[in-house]
């Protein structure tokens, strides 16, 4: 699925080059690139991960002393105190509750609508194919604004409003277009002539798919799930504009914004941060593979 | 395309005929319901007199909004501000990770990690920088550069809250960009960088002339996507400004949620889109992915399998 050179061949590669090139200024110049490449690298590495560091300082330091300035580059004493602060605070607990239902709701919803159109753009060829895909490309360029007002006031007449489904179905509606392309992208990453094999051995379509794209493809479909709840636990204007009495926890942080003392705050920008890290994690090596497809 | 299926092909998946659009038809349902049915409400809201019919009401109540000219000037300039920012670093990420360092999985890793954090969170991490009490405040005051702690967010101070929120969103939204420049610097021959390299090319001049002309198709779809994300920049300026600031995206909420005024909200969202898809538009017009067609993005978007190759050629 990725290009990636294999280093050996480009070893022999520079042993081919001509003689000339390989004189000792230049070599010099490729040792000083490789340490420059390297500076740059580290530098890029801690413009990314300072910011993270940081949260977490303020958010494990004993609540009284989150205001102290100028602050400590490391922090004087630990405690879980701030963190508990606004675990126990009215409605996070049941928001995070929301938050991870609707997750879990999206996932199913999005996989078993997006995936059979993802397999469906691997495996057939077939006329309009193209329309679809262009179609579901360009439903990404749009803003989530104009679909969630309109779709706040069609739930309030179909009596969904402020309801874990209603937050879901929206959810589902942005996620949709990445779950087929990326499904699509997974299911090609396997062979139809090993499918077409279990045809031929007796297996329905069906069931050549179940025993054989199924198992092979799962870590990939597993990646894309863990996406869209990613995808769902993060969104936040959506699901402040279709809940009130009900919000997800990025619904009712971004609510309490204005009002909430800074321990607060800084410990759900933490909380709401810390299992999305986990997640990037279990699907690192999906990375260029899901998005870097998909973008294109 | 379908057109060209050979018959042996049509005859093996004959009795098949149907299976592909019975499979696309859940997903076609659920976009005309959840897609396609919202936009054309948004437009029938933002275009609905208090009488129930056609009328421009609810446009002119938003041009009359004292905070309008505001908002939609605060959204272009972070558009403007952001865009060019967010390149650079990524492009920069994208060099390190093609450069094929020890531990390039790593720090591919390490770039790609703010594309799993919330826009929200994004905000209030980059607001205990930028707070009056925060951290760039202690460490300005530790070296002795300020005496007393500045107010960045403060109303007053508008340019240093454009540059806080420019700083937060360009850390959040980078990590896309630089994946997909990533894939698409994959995809150029190794040869070519080569090539240049041999003949005496500096990096500037490999970026300027192989890399950035062959990376054309990954940039379009790039700033097509950033341009549309930062149209709708929302919980960012909501966590580091407050109330000190206010863009598009915030004043369709405040008109939603506050004023329970859905057409006038409507009519915010209506204008993101329109913008949205002018930039999209004029993106495909001034960069053509291929020479020979102007709208090489979507259809190379929408073929994964040939466009590398015809990248590589």
């Known amino acids: 699925m990725t290009?990636?050179?294999?280093?050996?061949?480009?070893?022999?590669?520079?042993?081919?080059?001509?003689?000339?090139?390989?004189?000792?200024?230049?070599?010099?110049?490729?040792?000083?690139?490789?340490?420059?490449?390297?500076?740059?690298?580290?530098?890029?590495a801690l413009w990314v991960l300072v910011p993270l560091v940081l949260i977490t300082f303020v958010t494990f330091v004993p609540r009284e002393r989150v205001r102290d300035f100028p602050k400590t580059w490391w922090p004087q004493e630990w405690s879980a105190d701030t963190f508990l602060f606004f675990w126990n605070s009215a409605g996070v607990r049941p928001a995070l509750w929301n938050s991870i239902v609707?997750?879990?709701?999206?996932?199913?919803?999005?996989?078993?609508?997006?995936?059979?159109?993802?397999?469906?753009?691997?495996?057939?060829?077939?006329?309009?194919?193209?329309?679809?895909?262009?179609?579901?490309?360009?439903?990404?360029?749009?803003?989530?604004?104009?679909?969630?007002?309109?779709?706040?006031?069609?739930?309030?007449?179909?009596?969904?409003?402020?309801?874990?489904?209603?937050?879901?179905?929206?959810?589902?509606?942005?996620?949709?277009?990445?779950?087929?392309?990326?499904?699509?992208?997974?299911?090609?990453?396997?062979?139809k002539d090993l499918e077409e094999a279990a045809q031929t051995l007796g297996c329905t379509p069906f069931q050549a798919f179940l025993r054989v794209s199924l198992p092979l493809t799962l870590p990939g479909l597993t990646a894309a799930a863990i996406f869209t709840f990613v995808l769902s636990w993060n969104e936040v204007f959506a699901a402040s504009i279709l809940t009130l009495r009900n919000p997800t926890l990025p619904a009712l942080v971004l609510d309490a914004l204005t009002v909430s003392p800074l321990p607060f705050q800084f410990a759900a920008g933490f909380f709401l941060m810390a299992p999305s890290l986990i997640f990037l994690f279990l699907i690192r090596k999906y990375l260029l593979g899901l998005w870097g497809r998909v973008e294109r | 395309m379908a057109a060209t299926d050979t018959p042996d092909r049509t005859r093996r998946l004959g009795h098949l005929g149907l299976a592909p659009y019975v499979l696309l038809l859940p997903s076609l349902v659920f976009l005309a319901v959840f897609f396609a049915r919202p936009m054309v409400d948004a437009f029938t809201?933002?275009?609905?007199?208090?009488?129930?019919?056609?009328?421009?009401?609810?446009?002119?109540?938003?041009?009359?909004?004292?905070?309008?000219?505001?908002?939609?000037?605060?959204?272009?300039?972070?558009?403007?501000?952001?865009?060019?920012?967010?390149?650079?670093?990524?492009?920069?990420?994208?060099l390190?990770?093609?450069?094929?360092?020890?531990?390039?999985?790593?720090w591919l890793y390490i770039y790609a990690i703010p594309l799993a954090v919330s826009e929200l969170a994004a905000g209030i991490i980059w607001l205990s920088i930028f707070t009056q009490r925060g951290w760039l405040n202690s460490w300005l005051i530790q070296t002795g550069l300020l005496e007393q702690p500045f107010d960045f967010l403060g109303y007053q101070n508008r340019g240093w809250l454009i540059a806080a929120i420019v700083l937060a969103e360009a850390w959040r939204a980078t990590s896309i960009i630089m994946i997909i420049l990533v894939a698409g610097l994959q995809s150029i021959p190794s040869d070519y960088l080569e090539a240049a390299e041999i003949y005496g090319a500096n990096l500037w001049k490999r970026i300027r002339y192989v890399i950035l002309p062959m990376l054309r198709p990954s940039l379009q779809v790039a700033l097509i996507l950033r341009t549309v994300l930062a149209l709708q920049v929302f919980a960012i300026v909501i966590a580091l400004a407050g109330a000190s600031m206010t863009v598009l995206s915030a004043e369709a909420y405040k008109w939603q949620v506050t004023y329970r005024g859905p057409n006038v909200a409507a009519a915010y969202a209506g204008l993101i889109l329109l913008l949205s898809s002018s930039a999209a538009a004029l993106f495909l017009w001034l960069l053509p992915a291929s020479p020979r067609s102007g709208r090489g993005a979507l259809n190379r978007a929408a073929r994964p399998e040939p466009e590398r190759e015809e990248v590589s050629r």
């Open chain 1, 3 to 44: 290009a990636t050179t294999d280093p050996a061949q480009g070893e022999a590669r520079a042993d081919e080059r001509p003689l000339q090139v390989r004189t000792p200024p230049r070599s010099r110049r490729h040792t000083l690139g490789r340490v420059g490449a390297y500076v740059a690298a580290t530098l890029l």
């Open chain 1, 102 to 191: 609707i997750a879990l709701m999206t996932v199913l919803m999005a996989m078993a609508i997006g995936a059979p159109a993802g397999y469906a753009l691997a495996r057939f060829t077939f006329r309009g194919a193209n329309a679809y895909r262009i179609t579901v490309l360009s439903t990404r360029a749009f803003p989530i604004v104009i679909l969630s007002i309109p779709l706040a006031v069609t739930f309030l007449i179909w009596g969904i409003a402020d309801t874990r489904l209603a937050v879901a179905l929206m959810h589902t509606a942005l996620a949709l277009p990445f779950v087929v392309l990326i499904t699509s992208s997974i299911f090609l990453s396997v062979s």
């Open chain 2, 45 to 94: 809201l933002a275009f609905e007199d208090p009488s129930g019919g056609f009328g421009l009401e609810p446009i002119r109540q938003m041009m009359a909004d004292s905070r309008f000219g505001e908002a939609l000037r605060t959204t272009l300039i972070l558009l403007v501000a952001i865009v060019p920012v967010q390149f650079v670093l990524a492009m920069s990420m994208a």
């Open chain 2, 96 to 106: 390190v990770i093609n450069a094929k360092l020890k531990g390039q999985s790593v």
